[in-house]
T-cell receptor
Framework: DADVTQTPRNRITKTGKRIMLECSQT?????MYWYRQDPGLGLRLIYYSFDVKDINKGEISDGYSVSRQAQAKFSLSLESAIPNQTALYFCATSAASTDTQYFGPGTRLTVL | RKEVEQDPGPFNVPEGATVAFNCTYSNSASQSFFWYRQDCRKEPKLLMSVYSSGNEDGRFTAQLNRASQYISLLIRDSKLSDSATYLC?????????FGAGTILRVKS
């Protein structure tokens, strides 16, 4: 089984809809991250969490919110999706003692 | 100026060739450096960390030049399976900053 899983893997939705992307990990890591990837721009950090009670905004948090339900679960929400939120979204985890991040398989989101 | 800049490529090389990628970063206080590999539509995976003294892992060699704020990756004896996007990554305090990636295509 994969250590970092994301659901759904693909989603097509309409402008204005609320969307939740979920991430779960079995690595026992405290730190979790949400990124989006757009062609030519690389990965950009949306939110990150260093433990269950810690939530931090990243580079591009506007239009997004997160919830850290447990050490193993970190969800990303788009309250009212817009077309420029069409992207590939990755969740990642890391241990507190290292910078190395482990990524989930990604969620491809299309907002029409 | 972007925090981490890479030549996007693509680099098209024959099997067996040696190819080098470069990356520059803007934050002189950065302490950790990495190369990640990303296959098409897949998640990024750590290829190697980059140490000040330079480090080698099989056919891959990474170098760091702190004075010039420059990181490199050298791939020797390229294989078809090396075809991917290579991401230069820099630690910026509590978070990693990713370059946009360099595309490598190895052809037979």
């Amino acid at each position: 089984d994969a250590d970092v899983t994301q659901t759904p893997r693909n989603r097509i939705t309409k402008t204005g809809k609320r969307i939740m992307l979920e991430c779960s990990q079995t690595k026992g890591h405290d730190r979790m991250y949400w990124y989006r990837q757009d062609p030519g721009l690389g990965l950009r950090l949306i939110y990150y969490s260093f433990d269950v009670k810690d939530i931090n905004k990243g580079e591009i948090s506007d239009g997004y919110s997160v919830s850290r339900q447990a050490q193993a679960k970190f969800s990303l929400s788009l309250e009212s999706a817009i077309p420029n939120q069409t992207a590939l979204y990755f969740c990642a985890t890391s241990a507190a003692s290292t910078d190395t991040q482990y990524f989930g398989p990604g969620t491809r989101l299309t907002v029409l | 100026r972007k925090e981490v800049e890479q030549d996007p490529g693509p680099f098209n090389v024959p099997e067996g060739a040696t190819v080098a990628f470069n990356c520059t970063y803007s934050n002189s206080a950065s302490q950790s450096f990495f190369w990640y590999r990303q296959d098409c539509r897949k998640e990024p995976k750590l290829l190697m960390s980059v140490y000040s003294s330079g480090n080698e892992d099989g056919r891959f060699t990474a170098q760091l030049n702190r004075a010039s704020q420059y990181i490199s990756l050298l791939i020797r004896d390229s294989k078809l399976s090396d075809s991917a996007t290579y991401l230069c990554v820099v630690n910026d305090g509590n978070k990693l900053v990713f370059g946009a990636g360099t595309i490598l295509r190895v052809k037979s």
